[in-house]
């Protein structure tokens, strides 16, 4: 019995020192190192987020929509040979007046025709906010607000009519085809 109690003495006295050790480890992690350990988890755990604008609408004078955004993120689709697209802006009118309305780029800025020549004012203005993560780069919890929100850009109104440019785009076509016409340089 005496062998059992000298055993129990010495297995208390090593699970006090393993309880001072773990508590004194707890102290120093949480009080001494405390504020270090915290500014680690808000650098690790969370992302500045850019908010990206919605494009302004593109419309003819009976406000018919002849260009807007897809939402705020492009799209990404695969065509039919395989390749993939970035879509940032859809052109509901297909190729009617589409030398006028000109296209964004991936970066949804202007490249041509009235998107370029408007972009400062269809494109608007980013905003941010703070999101929280985890390892994986999943967002959780709530997070205080904030940031700006993102400003969209304005629509532009043309005095163009839509039908009646794709009237004019029909006739013209069939002019060249009966005339057989060729561009300037000879080629057809």
């Not at 879509?87 to 006028?100: D, F, H, K, T």
């Not at 202007?110 to 400062?120: F, K, P, V």
Request: glycine content about 10%; some cysteine.
């Amino acid at each position: 019995m005496k062998l059992f109690a000298g055993r129990s003495k010495a297995m208390l006295i090593i699970l006090v020192l393993l309880f001072a050790v773990l508590e004194i480890r707890l102290f120093y992690v949480q009080i001494i190192r405390g504020k270090y350990y915290s500014s680690l988890v808000e650098k690790q755990t969370k992302r500045r987020e850019v908010l990206d604008p919605l494009r302004g609408m593109i419309m003819d004078r009976e406000g018919r929509i002849l260009a807007r955004a897809v939402h705020r993120k492009a799209e990404v689709i695969v065509a039919e040979d395989g390749s993939k697209l970035k879509v940032n802006r859809i052109y509901p009118y297909g190729e009617s007046a589409a030398q006028l309305l000109g296209m964004v780029g991936a970066d949804n800025a202007g490249l041509a025709g009235i998107e370029l020549s408007c972009d400062s004012v269809m494109r608007g203005e980013p905003g941010w906010t703070v999101k929280r993560v985890d390892g994986k780069k999943r967002r959780y919890g709530p997070i205080r607000a904030q940031g700006e929100p993102a400003v969209d850009g304005s629509h532009v109104y043309l005095t163009l009519d839509i039908e009646v440019q794709k009237i004019l785009e029909r006739a013209l076509a069939k002019a060249v085809t009966d005339n057989n016409a060729r561009t300037i340089g000879g080629n057809q």
